[in-house]
């Protein structure tokens, strides 16, 4: 048994090695982006050469970094026409076997072009922990149709502070398979989830506007709400659709859907609730009342103009 942090009247004895192991203890052993900086965000500048802003991240307990208020550029190489291809971008740790002296730095590792379904290319899977020369972290893949770049695509995942993930911690509920509850410590919860409607009828209409609505009810958040503190809900078809009221009641959700015209449609409903929890700070909208609608013609082309009010909580 060694003593690590603690004087030992010799000269400086924490290794590197030591250090990376503490570090794998607290944050894990796997690689991660440390929320930083701007967390090592990807910038295409151009189809040859990708900027990397200031961030910070951990490979094997190996910390390394973009300084704040800078970037890394790194080049890449060029496409072939008529051909698919994925690259990896890579931070790459050596460590050399007489000085001992180890560094991080970016590599570019090509794939191999194919006219479709291109592979991701192989690289050094190694561990520094047990003395490895080399060991490479993806971090990004550059993908590429043609000569273009169409997605530059992050491979790690940013890692919260211990005062995010305390204020974060939940439980994750499946209500669906498109439907979730997160529960948290602190009593707040929020539903989410996405139902597909795969023939919404629009059978009343207000006024002679040429809006028509369609009502849900009954809708299982997967929770029983007291009290809720934000009601959202988007829909979506191939019409002018939008969302009316929404409300909770125990656990289930009611709203209303309007379009213009009464056309029959497959319409996606997307909805959002947020409960404040004793120890919540937060305030949000209780729901959204709408007013009325006012629809008149304008050469040829309706018009429309919503009025609405919030009511806060």
């Known amino acids: 048994m060694k003593i690590v942090s603690g004087r030992t009247g010799s000269p400086p004895h924490v290794t590197s090695q030591q250090f990376r192991q503490m570090l794998e203890g ?21 189809n040859n050469l990708l900027k990397i802003r200031s961030g910070m991240m951990c490979h094997h307990g190996c910390i390394s970094c973009v300084e704040i208020g800078t970037y890394d550029e790194v080049t ?39 006219a479709s379904s291109p592979a991701v290319p192989t690289y050094t899977k190694s561990n520094l922990q047990e003395g490895d020369l080399v ?31 305390n204020g974060k911690s939940y439980e994750l509920i499946k209500v669906s398979d498109n439907r979730y509850v997160k529960k948290y410590a602190d009593g707040r919860f929020e539903a989410y989830g996405h139902i597909a409607i ?15 609505y369609a009502q849900y009810q009954k809708l299982n958040i997967g929770i029983t709400a007291k009290t809720i503190s934000s009601v959202q809900h988007t829909a979506n078809n191939s019409g002018v659709v939008w969302t009316g009221n929404a409300s909770v009641s125990g656990i289930d959700m009611k709203g209303t859907i309007l379009q213009y015209g009464n056309t029959s449609r497959a319409t996606d409903l997307t909805m959002m609730l947020r ?28 018009v429309m103009r919503f009025y609405i009010c919030n009511i806060e909580t």
């Open 76 to 114: 890449l190489t060029n496409g072939s026409h008529g051909m698919q291809r994925i690259d990896l971008v890579v931070n790459r740790y050596t460590r050399n076997a007489e000085t001992e002296v180890e560094k991080c730095e970016w590599k570019v590792i090509t794939g191999t072009a194919k």
């Open 198 to 212: 795969k023939d919404l009828v629009f059978a009343n209409q207000i006024g002679s506007s040429g809006v028509y």
């Open 135 to 165: 060991d490479e972290c993806p971090v990004f893949e550059i993908h590429y149709n043609g000569i273009n770049v169409t997605e530059v695509k992050s491979l790690l995942s940013v890692v919260g502070s211990l005062a995010e993930l």
């Open 26 to 46: 607290i944050l894990g052993q796997d690689s991660y982006i440390l929320t930083s900086g701007e967390n090592l965000k990807p910038e295409l500048s151009s």
């Open 275 to 302: 409960e404040p929890g004793n120890n919540s700070q937060f305030l949000f909208l209780r729901n959204w009342q709408w007013f009325w609608i006012h629809i008149r013609r304008r050469s040829g082309v309706f």
